[in-house]
């Protein structure tokens, strides 16, 4: 199996809402990546997990917040987004971090209201 | 900072011609990645290639790179309607920083 899933597939919140991002995959990957794609620009990294522990945070305001329950879930938590969040929430894993491919998700299309 | 610059930003061709992509980046690499993006949806890895090799080969996909000049490009041979997508290079020693990418457009 070399699917990453990721649910729902369209969100829609408001600025008070908080609502979660899950993604999840059973290849045995050991590093968990969260990208932000706005429309016609390519994906930007906002966090990285390995071995279940987050190693990159690429700076990305506190009103996201990244979970790692286990080896093969990744969440996102949302919090007070701003409209300027709208945007394609892009997961992907990989064996490890370092040089090996990446496996993304389809993707969580999210609109702020 | 972005690490890839990818030329041409857009690219129209008829199906069953050749489709050559250029990236070119600033920092020094351990390897690059190109993936493939159809309308909005997942990327798709479709190579990597170490900076210690310059050509890698798959199927009608050939990569090449030269780090003296900071630079990649993807050919995709005999284009199919299917091929029609944007194309991303990326690199990265943990999460990957992606080039602006180019869209491809294979006209039937």
């Known amino acids: 199996d070399t699917e990453v899933t990721q649910t729902p597939k369209h969100l829609v919140m408001g600025m008070t809402n908080k609502k979660s991002l899950k993604c999840e995959q059973h290849m045995g990957h050991r590093a968990m990546y969260w990208y932000k794609q706005k429309a016609k620009k390519p994906p930007e990294l906002m966090f990285v997990?390995?071995?279940?522990?987050?190693?990159i945070n690429e700076s990305v305001p506190s009103r996201f917040s990244p979970e790692c329950p286990n080896s093969s879930l990744l969440n996102l938590h949302l919090h007070a987004l701003q409209p300027e969040d709208s945007a394609l929430y892009l997961c992907?894993?990989?064996?490890?971090?370092?040089?090996?491919?990446?496996?993304f998700g389809p993707g969580t299309r999210l609109t702020v209201t | 900072s972005q690490q890839g610059e990818e030329d041409p930003q857009a690219l129209s061709i008829q199906e069953g011609e050749n489709a050559t992509m250029n990236c070119s980046y600033k920092?020094?690499?351990?390897?690059l990645q190109w993936y493939r993006q159809n309308s909005g949806r997942g990327l798709v890895h479709l190579i990597l290639?170490?900076?210690?090799?310059r050509e890698k080969h798959s199927g009608r996909l050939r990569v090449t790179l030269d780090t003296s000049k900071k630079s990649s490009s993807l050919l995709i041979t005999a284009s199919r309607a299917a091929d029609t997508a944007s194309y991303f290079c990326?690199?990265?020693?943990?999460?990957?920083?992606f080039g602006k990418g180019t869209h491809l457009i294979i006209q039937p």
């Open positions: 992907a894993s990989s064996q490890a971090t370092g040089t090996y491919e990446q496996y």
């Open positions: 290639i170490r900076s210690n090799e």
């Open positions: 997990y390995s071995y279940e522990k987050l190693s």
């Open positions: 920092t020094s690499i351990n390897n």
């Open positions: 990326a690199g990265g020693a943990d999460g990957l920083t």
